[in-house]
């Protein structure tokens, strides 16, 4: 989450919004962070959680970045059976979600079984 939010504010200009929702549907929790920041290119979208791909952009502020954030939530994410995508377009903002899944059965968790 802190990942989500930091690069939310980080591209978005002083004076714009940044909006966390979470909704539970279809025994997920699907969590989105919203802002009204400078967006992303489809081209950009497509290499963001890729580790062989060297993504970083300079914030609003000249913030510095490693490019690294989106791909270790992208691995977290992922351990524990969940999704990471995003919607966006150049100049008018993006949206981060994630889903994670509500209910796991006892094989999937690795429980001892009886």
Do not use: A, H
Not at 29 to 50: A, M, N, P, Q, Y
């Amino acid at each position: 989450m802190r990942n989500l939010i930091s690069n939310g504010i980080k591209f978005t200009q002083p004076g714009g919004t940044n909006i966390i929702k979470s909704e539970v549907k279809q025994l997920e929790l699907i969590v989105s962070v919203t802002d009204t920041g400078i967006g992303i290119s489809k081209e950009r979208i497509d290499k963001l959680f890729e580790i062989n791909e060297n993504y970083s952009t300079s914030g609003t502020q000249n913030e510095k970045g490693t490019g690294l954030g989106l791909i270790l939530c992208k691995e977290f994410i992922e351990k524990n059976n969940g999704k990471i995508w995003v919607e966006s377009e150049s100049g008018t903002g993006s949206t981060l979600f994630f889903s994670l899944p509500l209910f796991f059965k006892n094989s999937e968790l690795n429980l001892p079984q009886g």
